[in-house]
């Protein structure tokens, strides 16, 4: 009726970034207006400032609508981009992959796709992936080498499962029920508000908790301990802990005597794990070798089982065992002994000397740690980004294995999940056949293991063709030149492809090198359905179907519609439907074979930084100071800067100083500076932050967006003017298992641009 309007509410949960929280999306008039909490959601307490501008992403005068091709160059300042419709840009995706696959085979056709973390990618992600193993190609770029391989993967060489959750599985910091937290290099506060909420009601209910951090962020500041760690250095820390939770017997001994293979013999000569068969010419190669204490003599251990002969009670943890073997008398010792070992070298002066941190608080948390269980742990970016992530996260893994909390109430458990099938399509004849992902090669126990490629292998197969050419991308809302490290190179190879269409929300400069541009739904604007949120065995059994709050902006249509329109023009429709896959799980391993048979430290043993001070004294004169990063409170990385009530409160990239280095340099706060590495230099306005070390310097990645209705211009993604903080990192120095780069540890300098 004239004059009168319609109020409508509809529950959901916020598809924005990784938190999900439960919300009620109000309507006035058919127009959506607002997004409100939803208390009665396990995940509903509270919506950040991002969730709230909701209706200013969904309504944005700059959201793609149509479907765009190029029409110029790639070189060419101005894309030339034409306004197409639908069935001409999915024909010319799907012509371009046929022609590729038939040419240099379907690998040489990757995918790219933005992170669950920080999208609504997760809607469809399942879905991509199951084109992907359709099509015949392992190569995904998701980031992985940067976020998810730490927590996600490289501890799955510790559990077999990963030890903390990702948006792929693992298990879950129970923290409602935990006596103690530990947070390593992960402030929930700015990145993940429902982790945040239910933190502090644990505090409230007296649990401790411990941070990991070189700056004082979050609820480092309500932390019985915080750890001003030098960043890059969490693996020695680690080792330094467990050293003296070890001297002082704060660990679960029984624990790591059933359920890790801390009993297992070394050979001394080989390193490798003794077993039967270097015993006796006739016997199995499967079991193991332990020595039991009650009978002086050895004992034999079935992987198969994962039992000991009489019970294994009494395996012992130390000692030096010389034993007659088929090759001679071979000194053995358990993988408990040499991880004790290892960790003893990490003293805590060795500790103070590496990691900054006082002997005090080391033995303060070690107490903590041990008088204050049951623990759980979250371990994020400040671990991830680091040329020695894999081995830091394995220290981790292993210095919480010694708590003998892992899968127990109150520690990271694997909460039950409601069972779905699996849709990605492993079990396809065409996944059966894939080539060897990029990179695969170099690094066997890497992101390529699981399909996911780096994007510094990506850009190698498209511009060397090594190990084989890729010739075309697919991506879906990934933004490479400002995620990544080699920020030109990376453009080099965009520029190289013979094709490439991506699927996006807004125009990004990645999306600038493509050839066919797709509009994407907001995730209020498309279905969805969620199984399990995360945060409480409570949350994890709930499954919600979203439904859509408005119709799609313009003509843009779902990720997963995408990739079901061009499945079906590929000829693949047939393959999609039904599969299932199921995680295996073993034995903790404090002692990885894995590793040493790939030429890796078989033991989590610490690695400097490869672009720090110390590891590169020769450019350290030059630049002195460490330089990490960190996400923004009001962004989710190189999102949302057009968004006025977002960027309103924070018009330019910061960077934050200890107030001392800022004067020993001349620079007063809110000036702009030069960050300066050896790669080049780009700028940001000085924050004061007094919590930092005088040496660490910590900026922002992501910007290059404008926003017009505040007037206030981009930031060039590939020059000194502008503030693509991954312009001056390089990722030649990477983490020789998983080919992480140093987004978190890199050497620089800060200069007053007067
Ligand atoms: N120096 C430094 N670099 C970093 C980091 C850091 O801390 N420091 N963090 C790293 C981390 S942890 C990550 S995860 C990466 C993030 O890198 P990306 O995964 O590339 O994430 P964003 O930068 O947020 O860009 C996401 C793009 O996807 C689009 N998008 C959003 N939602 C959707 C959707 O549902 N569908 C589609 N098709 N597109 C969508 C957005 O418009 C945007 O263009 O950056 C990494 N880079
Ligand atoms: N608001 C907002 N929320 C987000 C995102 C966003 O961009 N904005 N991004 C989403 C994504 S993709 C991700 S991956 C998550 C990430 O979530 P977090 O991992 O929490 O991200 P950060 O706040 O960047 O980093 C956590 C902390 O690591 C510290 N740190 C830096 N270097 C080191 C180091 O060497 N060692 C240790 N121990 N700590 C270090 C930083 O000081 C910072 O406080 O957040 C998600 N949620
Ligand atoms: S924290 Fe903010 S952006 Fe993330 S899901 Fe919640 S409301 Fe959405
Ligand atoms: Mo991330």
């Not at 070992?341 to 033995?363: A, D, G, K, N």
């Not at 630049?623 to 009530?645: D, G, M």
């Amino acid at each position: 009726m004239a004059g009168q309007s319609s109020t409508e509410q509809i529950h959901g949960y916020c598809g924005l970034c990784i938190a999900r929280c439960g919300y009620v999306a109000v309507m006035e008039d058919g127009r959506f207006v607002s997004l409100e909490p939803d208390p009665t959601h396990p995940t509903g307490q509270a919506l950040c400032a991002k969730g709230r501008a909701a209706p200013e992403l969904v309504y944005h005068p700059d959201r793609l609508t149509h479907p765009l091709k190029r029409t110029r160059p790639k070189g060419d300042r101005d894309p030339g981009w034409q306004q197409i419709g639908w069935d001409e840009a999915l024909d010319l995706t799907a012509a371009a992959m046929r022609r590729i696959a038939e040419r240099h085979g379907a690998q040489a056709f990757a995918f790219s796709t933005a992170s669950p973390s920080t999208s609504a990618i997760a809607d469809a992600a399942g879905w991509i992936r199951r084109l992907m193993n359709a099509f015949g190609t392992p190569n995904a770029s998701t980031n992985v080498e940067v976020c998810g391989w730490g927590r996600g993967f490289a501890t799955r060489y510790t559990y077999g499962v990963a030890s903390v959750a990702t948006t792929i599985g693992g298990a879950m910091a129970d923290i409602a029920n935990s006596s103690c937290l530990i947070l390593w290099g992960y402030n929930p506060s700015l990145a993940r508000l429902t982790h945040a909420t239910i933190i502090v009601e644990a505090l409230k209910r007296g649990m401790r908790l411990i941070v990991v951090d070189p700056r004082r962020a979050g609820l480092a500041n309500k932390a019985d301990v915080w750890l001003r760690v030098r960043p890059g250095t969490d693996g020695a820390l680690a080792l330094g802990l467990a050293n003296l939770m070890i001297q002082r017997n704060w660990y679960d001994l029984d624990f790591v005597r059933e359920w890790s293979n801390g009993p297992l013999l070394v050979r001394a000569d080989t390193g490798r794990l003794l077993t039967e068969c270097d015993l006796s010419a006739s016997a199995s190669m499967r079991r193991y070798v332990a020595w039991d204490s009650a009978s002086g003599g050895l004992v034999l251990y079935d992987p198969d089982t994962g039992l000991y002969e009489r019970g294994g009670a009494s395996v012992a943890l130390e000692g030096e065992y010389v034993i007659a073997t088929l090759q001679g008398q071979v000194l053995c010792r358990p993988v408990f002994q040499l991880y004790a070992s290892l960790c003893r070298r990490y003293t805590p002066e060795v500790v103070e000397e590496t990691c900054w941190i006082s002997p005090e608080q080391l033995q303060q948390a070690a107490h903590m740690i041990w008088h204050s269980r049951p623990v759980s742990y979250y371990a994020w970016s400040g671990h991830e980004q680091h040329t020695n992530t894999t081995q830091t996260a394995r220290a981790i893994s292993i210095l919480y294995a010694l708590t003998g909390c892992f899968d127990a109430r109150g520690g990271n458990v694997l909460f039950p999940s409601v069972p779905v099938n699996s849709i990605t399509g492993e079990e396809l004849p065409s996944a059966r056949r894939l080539a060897p992902a990029l990179g695969l090669a170099e690094r066997p126990l890497g992101p390529s293991r699981w399909n996911y490629v780096t994007s510094r292998e990506l850009y190698r197969a498209i511009l060397e063709e090594q190990p084989y050419p890729v010739r075309g991308l697919l991506g879906f809302g990934a933004n490479l030149l400002l995620a990544h490290a080699d920020v030109r190179l990376g453009r080099k190879a965009l520029a190289a492809l013979e094709f490439y269409a991506h699927a996006d929300l807004f125009m990004n400069p990645t999306a600038e090198m493509a050839d066919v541009v797709l509009p994407v739904t907001s995730p209020f604007e498309h279905e969805a359905l969620k199984v399990g949120f995360d945060v409480s065995p409570e949350a994890q059994s709930l499954v919600q179907l979203r439904r859509p709050v408005v119709p799609p902006r313009g003509e843009a249509r779902s990720d997963t519609q995408i990739v079901f329109d061009l499945a079906c023009r590929l000829g693949l429709g047939e393959s999609f439907w039904q599969g299932d896959i199921e995680a295996a799980s073993r034995k903790v391993e404090l002692y990885s074979e894995t590793f040493l048979e790939h030429g890796y430290p078989p033991l989590p043993e610490y690695q400097e930084p490869m672009m720090s001070p110390r590891a590169r004294p020769d450019l350290a004169t030059r630049f002195p100071l460490i330089l990490t990063s960190v996400k923004h409170t009001l962004f989710c990385e190189s999102q949302h800067r057009a968004l006025p009530s977002l960027r309103r409160h924070a018009l330019h990239p910061e960077v934050e100083l200890h107030p001392e280095t800022a004067r020993l340099r001349g620079i007063a706060e809110g000036e702009w500076v030069a960050i300066e590495t050896p790669e080049g230099s780009v700028r940001a306005r000085v924050r004061f932050n007094p919590s930092l070390d005088s040496r660490v310097v910590c900026g922002q990645h992501g910007w290059w967006q404008a926003c017009k209705e505040l007037g206030v211009l981009g930031y060039d993604p590939f020059g000194p003017e502008g503030a693509n903080l991954n312009l001056v990192i390089s990722g030649d120095a990477r983490d020789p298992i998983s080919g992480s780069p140093p987004l978190r540890a890199y050497l620089c300098d800060v200069r007053r641009i007067s």
